[in-house]
C-alpha cells in the first residue's frame, strides 16, 4: 500500500501540469464538485501545502540562507520588485477593470511557488539555492507582501493590510515552522522519508482542490462574460509569467551567476505561489471586487505548466549543448 502512494505521488509530481488540467477542465463542467473549497477549507488546503514544504526543510537548507546571503537577497528583490512591477506595468498597458487588475497585482506580489523547487530539480538547476530562494521570500511574505500590494493597488481599493499580514502569517509561516519543527524532531524515525516522499503528490492534490474550488466561485461570471474574459485574463498570466522566466534569467546573467544558478533564479522569479494569491483575493477582494480570483486561479494551472515547459527547454538546450562538444 505504501509503495502505490508513493509511485502515485511520484507520477503526481511528475505530470503536475496535466493533472492540474484535467482537474480545471473537470471543475469548469462540473462545478458544484469543488463548492467545499471555500472558506477557511481554502485556507486550510493552502496550510497544508505550506506544511508539505516545512516537512522538506532541514537545517542544511538554512545554513544554505547564511552561507550564501548575497545570492538569496538578489534572488529576493529580483522576485519581489519584477514580478510586482510587470504585473502594474501589464494592468496599465492592457488597461484591466479593477478586479482583473488587484487579481494579477496579487500574483506578482506573493512568494516563489513551492513546485519551483522541483521545476529545479527536474532542469538540473542549484536545487539548494531554489529551496533557499523560497524560503526566503515565504519568510518575507507576511512582510512584502501586504506592503506591496497597498502601494500598486490602494489607488483604487481599500487593501486591509493588517488582515492580509496576519492571514499570510497564519497560512504560510506557521505550517512551514510546524512542518520544519517535525522534520527536524521526527526527521531520523524510519517512517518519516516515506511520509516526506509523500509531499509532492499530496501538495498537487491540494493545488488541485485550490484551483477547482476557484473556478467554482467564477464559474458564473466566466460564463456570463464569454471567452473574452478568459482569453484577456489568459494573455495577461502568460505575459506576466513569460517575463519573469526571462528577466529572472537576466539577472542571473547580469551577475555572472552559473548556468544552473542561472535557471533557478529564472524559475524562482517566473512561478509565484498562486495559490496563496488565491486565498488572499477570496478573503479580501471577492466581495467587492469578485473577477480578481479570475487571474489568480489561471495562474495557478499555468505557472505548473509553463514551469514544466521551461525545465524541458532548458534540458533540450543542455543536450544540443552536450552534442556540439
Same mark, same amino acid.
Given at each position: 500500500?505504501?509503495?502505490? !502512494?508513493?509511485n502515485?505521488?511520484?507520477?503526481?509530481?511528475?505530470?503536475?501540469?496535466?493533472?492540474?488540467?484535467?482537474? +480545471?477542465?473537470?471543475? @469548469?463542467?462540473?462545478?458544484?464538485t469543488f463548492?467545499?473549497?471555500?472558506?477557511?477549507?481554502?485556507t486550510a488546503?493552502?496550510?497544508?501545502?505550506?506544511?508539505?514544504?516545512?516537512?522538506t526543510?532541514?537545517?542544511q537548507?538554512?545554513?544554505?540562507?547564511?552561507?550564501?546571503?548575497?545570492?538569496? /537577497?538578489?534572488?529576493?528583490?529580483?522576485?519581489?520588485? %519584477?514580478?510586482?512591477?510587470? $504585473?502594474?506595468?501589464?494592468?496599465?498597458? /492592457?488597461?484591466?477593470?479593477?478586479?482583473?487588475?488587484?487579481?494579477?497585482?496579487?500574483?506578482?506580489?506573493?512568494?516563489?511557488?513551492?513546485?519551483? &523547487?522541483?521545476?529545479?530539480?527536474?532542469?538540473?538547476?542549484?536545487?539548494? @539555492?531554489?529551496?533557499?530562494?523560497?524560503? $526566503?521570500?515565504?519568510?518575507?511574505?507576511?512582510?512584502?507582501?501586504?506592503? #506591496?500590494?497597498? #502601494?500598486?493597488?490602494?489607488?483604487?481599493?481599500?487593501?486591509?493590510?493588517? *488582515?492580509?499580514?496576519?492571514?499570510?502569517? %497564519?497560512?504560510?509561516?506557521?505550517?512551514?515552522?510546524?512542518?520544519?519543527?517535525?522534520? !527536524?524532531?521526527?526527521?531520523?524515525?524510519?517512517?518519516?522519508?516515506?511520509?516526506?516522499? !509523500?509531499?509532492?503528490?499530496?501538495?498537487?492534490?491540494?493545488?488541485a482542490? %485550490?484551483?477547482?474550488?476557484?473556478?467554482?466561485?467564477?464559474?458564473?461570471?466566466?460564463?456570463?462574460?464569454?471567452?473574452? #474574459?478568459?482569453?484577456?485574463?489568459?494573455?495577461?498570466?502568460?505575459?506576466? &509569467?513569460?517575463?519573469?522566466? $526571462?528577466? *529572472?534569467?537576466?539577472?542571473?546573467?547580469?551577475?555572472?551567476?552559473?548556468?544552473?544558478?542561472?535557471?533557478?533564479v529564472?524559475?524562482?522569479?517566473?512561478?509565484q505561489? +498562486?495559490?496563496?494569491?488565491?486565498?488572499?483575493?477570496?478573503?479580501?477582494?471577492? +466581495?467587492? &471586487?469578485?473577477?480578481?480570483?479570475?487571474?489568480?486561479?489561471?495562474?495557478?494551472?499555468?505557472?505548473?505548466?509553463?514551469?514544466? %515547459? #521551461?525545465?524541458?527547454?532548458?534540458?533540450?538546450?543542455?543536450?544540443?549543448?552536450?552534442?556540439?562538444?
Amino acid at each position: 500500500m505504501t509503495k502505490t !502512494l508513493q509511485n502515485i505521488s511520484q507520477w503526481l509530481a511528475t505530470y503536475t501540469s496535466a493533472f492540474i488540467i484535467a482537474i +480545471a477542465v473537470f471543475a @469548469f463542467f462540473v462545478p458544484q464538485t469543488f463548492s467545499w473549497v471555500v472558506g477557511y477549507t481554502q485556507t486550510a488546503i493552502l496550510g497544508i501545502i505550506m506544511l508539505t514544504m516545512g516537512l522538506t526543510l532541514t537545517t542544511q537548507d538554512f545554513k544554505i540562507l547564511a552561507s550564501r546571503p548575497f545570492d538569496i /537577497f538578489l534572488g529576493s528583490v529580483a522576485q519581489y520588485t %519584477i514580478m510586482p512591477g510587470i $504585473a502594474w506595468l501589464l494592468t496599465r498597458l /492592457f488597461h484591466l477593470d479593477e478586479s482583473l487588475a488587484i487579481g494579477i497585482i496579487l500574483v506578482g506580489c506573493c512568494p516563489g511557488g513551492v513546485s519551483s &523547487n522541483i521545476m529545479s530539480f527536474l532542469c538540473k538547476g542549484d536545487v539548494a @539555492f531554489s529551496v533557499g530562494m523560497t524560503t $526566503a521570500s515565504t519568510l518575507l511574505a507576511p512582510f512584502v507582501t501586504p506592503f #506591496l500590494v497597498f #502601494l500598486l493597488a490602494d489607488k483604487s481599493v481599500n487593501v486591509d493590510t493588517i *488582515g492580509m499580514f496576519i492571514n499570510i502569517l %497564519i497560512v504560510t509561516i506557521l505550517p512551514v515552522v510546524v512542518g520544519f519543527s517535525l522534520n !527536524l524532531k521526527l526527521g531520523k524515525k524510519s517512517y518519516f522519508p516515506t511520509l516526506r516522499s !509523500l509531499m509532492p503528490g499530496t501538495s498537487v492534490i491540494c493545488l488541485a482542490c %485550490i484551483v477547482g474550488g476557484v473556478i467554482f466561485s467564477v464559474h458564473d461570471h466566466l460564463i456570463s462574460n464569454g471567452w473574452a #474574459l478568459f482569453l484577456l485574463t489568459f494573455g495577461v498570466v502568460f505575459c506576466h &509569467n513569460s517575463l519573469g522566466y $526571462a528577466i *529572472g534569467y537576466l539577472v542571473g546573467k547580469v551577475f555572472r551567476f552559473g548556468t544552473a544558478q542561472k535557471r533557478t533564479v529564472s524559475i524562482e522569479v517566473g512561478m509565484q505561489n +498562486a495559490g496563496l494569491a488565491t486565498n488572499l483575493a477570496t478573503n479580501f477582494f471577492v +466581495a467587492t &471586487n469578485p473577477l480578481a480570483v479570475v487571474p489568480c486561479a489561471i495562474s495557478c494551472a499555468w505557472h505548473s505548466i509553463s514551469g514544466t %515547459i #521551461l525545465a524541458g527547454l532548458f534540458m533540450k538546450f543542455e543536450k544540443k549543448e552536450i552534442a556540439k562538444e
